[in-house]
């Protein structure tokens, strides 16, 4: 046989086996019980059909999508695998990708839809937003898995239930599309990032319903600091930042369980999602260094979630986070990198590494999802996410810059660090110590620097106050955090735990 007809044989069967991913999917998403079966009992199969789905969602986008067509630069060499196959196509950014087509060529067919579409947005450094768009089938079947796995993770009590939406509202992704998924669970209202609205809907509606609080982190900090709501049945669903465990804990004194996701406006809305076992795995990691670093390597412990693998393949390069959406998409997303630090685990390998320590993950969850598990560290493209905005070395420094006394300043960096049990966004600041430089007024500047500079920060600001909750901390020349630049070519602007 040659190799051309070897090659037209492997297509075939990776289609026929890209055909039981999508069938797999369909009948996950039929209900609940379906739901629930196929996350306990398929995973390993899922593992097996992702790649290859991964190919055919690739090859329709070369034949569908003009600028991936154009990006891709003809057929792949052959491969003997699909994996080996996927490697050859070039990875995708916002710069080599998104910066370089326009929207419409980056759809299927070279064109917008006349109906049947969604745009939302995310803003870049400059402020100028980036604009996604979306197919309402593709939508609805992003709502419908967000509210089969919210269905999943709350009590089945018969208890009504009230979501209280306090994620940023407008053109942003989550915002909007938490509201439309979760109407499937319970009575929604979209409150945004406010917390007199939050509370003024509790004291309306009293506690005969449970309520669902979907939000950044440090919104649900601060609504608990705001009122006493223990004695309520609160649930929280979290998403666009990292939590660490210690706030985790701080939130779970008033709120029966938070749960966390994973995603991203310029990939795909609901990724990934904590589940009772990626929390108990992330919880023995934090304690546990061996077990940490049997699993995630040196750096700090990741935030840690579970993902369907016949909706996505996800590669590791470089230590970031290479994602293919094999789900039907108005605009595809192939072999895309949205700058997050992080990997994947197999399910088995992951247990199998708790078990060799005598750790048994049958303890939160007799019958886990036997998915693949995605850790995510944080972003690898030197910002930072608080409350929603994207925070980026260039607009902090010139923040510094503004600073009557900047030349008595010396290098800097930023980090998400734990700030009386909650991550807050630390700036670092290298000074003289005689410099008689205050803390507070170069926070102002920064501040004020951020505000003018970045469209989400200010949506952000002008939704909650805490999305200003910046600190900054004066060290000498070369210590603290700094000394980890000594002998640095490229100073680090954005630090982990791990790297202070």
Not at 83 to 107: F, G, H, N
Request: contains cysteine.
């Amino acid at each position: 046989m040659t190799t051309s007809l070897r090659m037209r044989a492997r297509y075939i069967r990776w289609e026929a086996l890209a055909l039981g991913a999508r069938l797999a999917h369909r009948a996950s998403r039929s209900n609940l019980a379906a739901f629930r079966w196929t996350a306990r009992h398929a995973g390993g199969v899922g593992d097996r059909l992702s790649a290859p789905a991964a190919v055919s969602a690739a090859r329709k986008a070369m034949r569908t999508v003009p600028a991936y067509r154009e990006l891709a630069g003809g057929p792949v060499p052959h491969a003997r695998t699909p994996q080996e196959w996927m490697a050859r196509l070039p990875v995708t950014t916002k710069r080599s990708y998104i910066d370089r087509w326009p929207i419409a060529a980056r759809c299927a067919g070279g064109r917008i839809p006349r109906q049947g579409c969604e745009l939302d947005e995310s803003a870049g450094s400059s402020g100028a937003p980036y604009t996604w768009i979306r197919s309402q089938p593709e939508l609805a079947d992003v709502h419908r898995s967000l509210a089969l796995l919210a269905r999943h993770l709350l009590p089945d009590d018969g208890r009504r239930f009230v979501v209280l939406n306090a994620f940023s509202m407008g053109a942003w992704a989550t915002g909007t599309n938490v509201a439309v998924a979760l109407r499937a669970i319970g009575t929604v209202k979209s409150c945004g990032p406010d917390v007199d609205k939050v509370l003024g809907t509790i004291a309306l509606l009293g506690d005969e319903p449970a309520y669902i609080v979907c939000g950044y982190p440090p919104f649900l900090r601060t609504l608990l600091d705001a009122a006493d709501l223990s004695g309520l049945p609160l649930y929280g669903f979290v998403g666009g930042e990292g939590m660490t465990e210690a706030a985790r804990a701080r939130l779970e004194r008033t709120f029966v369980k938070v749960w966390s996701a994973y995603g991203a406006s310029d990939l795909d809305i609901g990724v990934a999602a904590e589940t009772p076992v990626s929390v108990w795995l992330r919880q023995q990691a934090a304690a546990s260094p061996d077990l940490a670093m049997a699993l995630f390597g040196p750096d700090r412990i990741p935030m840690v979630f579970q993902y369907d693998p016949c909706d996505y393949y996800v590669e590791t390069l470089a230590g970031e986070l290479v994602v293919t959406v094999t789900r039907p998409m108005l605009s595809p997303r192939i072999r895309y990198n949205v700058g997050d630090a992080g990997g994947t685990l197999a399910f088995d390998r992951a247990m199998a590494t708790c078990g060799a320590l005598g750790l048994n993950p049958a303890e939160p969850d007799a019958r886990p999802f036997r998915l693949p598990f995605l850790f995510v560290h944080g972003r690898s493209d030197h910002t930072l996410s608080y409350m929603g905005a994207n925070l980026y070395p260039e607009d902090v420094a010139a923040g510094i810059g503004d600073h009557p006394r900047s030349d008595l300043l010396g290098g800097f960096c930023m980090e998400l660090a734990e700030v009386d049990d909650d991550v807050r966004p630390v700036i670092h600041v290298e000074t003289r110590p005689d410099a008689g430089v205050d803390p507070a007024e170069l926070v102002a500047c920064i501040r004020a620097r951020l505000a003018a500079s970045s469209a989400d920060y200010r949506a952000a600001l002008a939704e909650s106050p805490a999305a200003d909750d910046l600190q900054v901390r004066l060290w000498p020349p070369g210590a603290g955090p700094f000394a980890a630049n000594a002998g640095r070519i490229k100073q680090r602007q954005v630090i982990t735990g791990a790297a202070r």
